[in-house]
């Protein structure tokens, strides 16, 4: 008799629930400042562990900026917001890498010479788990670039894993002032093409460009190459005066378009420096933001050939707003267009915890994941250059002519994974030996198999064992590991450049058809007759 009460207890309890839930009003009705209050004063008076109020304002302001799942948004308090000052102006020390968020990891993406983190046997592709001995899981990308950079001097201990090692490996880092320069060097390649390395457009891109630009047009360059693979934005009035470079007076470089504003236009301000050099520029997965400005404007004009694969897709305006009591605003004001009209951004959404490309959505007008982070597919809409070529949208740059790079061999990448359970050990050895050995070599050397065995030693005095078998098989491989280390400690970047011109397919492809097409126009009639696969 009891326990059919207590059913039928149970049932009267759920049949109120269930007429209680049709009961309650909608969410719009309950959306309201009312409803802030509400929460407001039930948490600071009921939750378990007690809040003073100036810590649920704060805690209330972050959480709206995170339900607005803008990745690039958020909220500085005081202190933070003396860091973000700092970082902005330029006055920093770091280590010296270039990270970026994947699927919610922060990566390695790039490791710049003679820097802490070259030292140290960072490489790219590293994954940063952990800093100052905290777990860096859910940590934005921001707030971990945040504790990476500091004043000179200073130390910072960072976590890495590692494909193919099993625990992190820690590092320990002084902090120093790191200065890349946005051109490290130029030469001229066979067959009189210029090339620009440009990595990135800091305060002085601009006229480092243009330096490099003059420089290779008195050395009798008859085209030019603008490489910026890997490069990640930076000043947006940097990217105007570099494509001011090639583009003439009075063009649209980039529209910027923001809610209830008139768009703001950027504009080439001067005469071009090298208003008809033929001019193939370079990009990949990783070349983002100002960079996809500075193509987008150039393959708009139809003033550049574009070659390689789609660029990132980094395309939003950031503004920075003061708040009350020394607080500030980081978000997501507007987007770039490039002067066809086309859209730089590609979609990132926060889903699960993770940031993830959506390429579309589905009937509910749910995101949905993109198969493909670095599908060349054209997704549409079509566009036009000034000169009715076809270009297409749908976020990114897509190149005129899609070139992948050579991929390893099954003997390479079985020496990768040989070598990889001690791959920071691997790396040190290798930047010992070849500074070792730069005094002893002159330029255009080639590596000799008394220097491969040199290497081997020196791994195998580490307690690194590779079997013999697969060292030889992968000889061509290791030969490029010691030769780029050595040329440049030896020469510089210049030299280690020309030396791996030939395994680089991209850059090959551009030269081929710099040295076959004397115009600008010729090199468009190259990419449209051209029935060479993309992967060549």
């Known amino acids: 008799m009891r326990y059919l009460r207590r059913v039928g207890l149970a049932a009267a309890l759920i049949t109120a629930f269930a007429l209680g839930v049709f009961a309650r009003p909608s969410s719009s009705q309950m959306a309201s400042p009312r409803l802030f209050e509400q929460v407001f004063r039930l948490v600071s008076s009921k939750f378990v562990d007690s809040l003073d109020n100036s810590a649920l304002y704060d805690k209330a302001a972050r959480g709206l900026v995170d339900e607005l799942h803008d990745p690039y948004a958020d909220l500085y308090d005081p202190d933070q917001l003396k860091e973000f ?305 076809t270009l297409y949208g749908g976020g990114g740059i897509f190149p005129d002519i899609t070139v992948h790079q050579d991929t390893l061999t099954l003997a390479e990448q079985k020496l990768i994974k040989d070598l990889a359970p001690k791959s920071r050990e691997v790396y040190l050895a290798i930047y010992k030996y070849g500074w070792d050995l730069k005094s002893q070599v002159k330029p255009g050397f080639a590596v000799t198999p008394a220097m491969r065995d040199g290497l081997r030693q020196r791994l195998e005095t580490a307690n690194i064992d590779v079997p013999l078998t697969d060292w030889q098989a992968a000889g061509s491989y290791v030969d490029r590991l010691i030769g780029d280390r050595v040329a440049s400690f030896a020469f510089g970047d210049a030299e280690t450049m020309r030396r791996d011109f030939q395994t680089d397919a991209q850059l090959n492809r551009a030269v081929d058809l710099l040295r076959r097409g004397t115009t600008q126009q010729g090199l468009f009639a190259q990419a449209h007759t051209s029935n060479r696969p993309a992967s060549n």
């Open 85 to 389: 000052a700092v970082m902005a102006e330029g006055r920093y020390a770091g280590v010296g890498m270039l990270v970026e968020d994947q699927n919610g990891s922060v990566v390695v993406s790039r490791v710049f010479p003679h820097t802490p983190a070259e030292e140290a046997g960072v490489q790219e592709g590293d994954r940063i788990v952990g800093l100052q001995g905290q777990s860096t899981a859910g940590w934005s990308l921001t707030k971990v670039t945040n504790q990476l950079k500091g004043p000179e001097g200073t130390k910072v201990t960072a976590s890495f894993s590692r494909p193919g090692v099993t625990d992190p490996l820690v590092i320990h880092f002084t902090r120093r002032v790191i200065h890349i320069p946005a051109v490290p060097f130029t030469t001229v390649l066979p067959g009189g093409v210029g090339y620009i390395p440009l990595q990135q457009f800091n305060e002085t891109a601009g006229q480092e460009t243009s330096d490099a630009v003059k420089a290779l047009l008195a050395q009798g360059a008859r085209g030019i190459v603008l490489d910026m693979r890997g490069n990640g934005g930076g000043l947006v009035n940097e990217a105007v005066k570099i494509a001011n470079l090639f583009l003439p007076h009075g063009s649209e470089v980039a529209a910027q378009r923001e809610r209830g504003v008139q768009p703001t236009i950027y504009v080439a301000r001067l005469e071009p420096l090298a208003p008809t050099t033929p001019l193939v520029v370079l990009v990949d997965s990783l070349s983002a933001s100002a960079t996809e400005i500075v193509t987008g404007a150039l393959q708009d004009h139809d003033r550049a050939l574009i070659l390689g694969t789609r660029t990132f897709g980094k395309g939003l305006v950031q503004s920075v707003f003061d708040l009350d009591d020394g607080y500030a605003l980081k978000l997501t004001t507007g987007k770039w267009y490039t002067p066809s009209g086309r859209s730089i951004h590609r979609d990132r959404r926060l889903i699960d915890g993770r940031l993830v490309l959506v390429d579309s959505a589905d009937s509910d007008g749910q995101p949905v994941p993109a198969s493909n982070t670095s599908s060349d597919a054209h997704p549409g809409p079509v566009y036009r250059s000034d000169s009715g070529r």
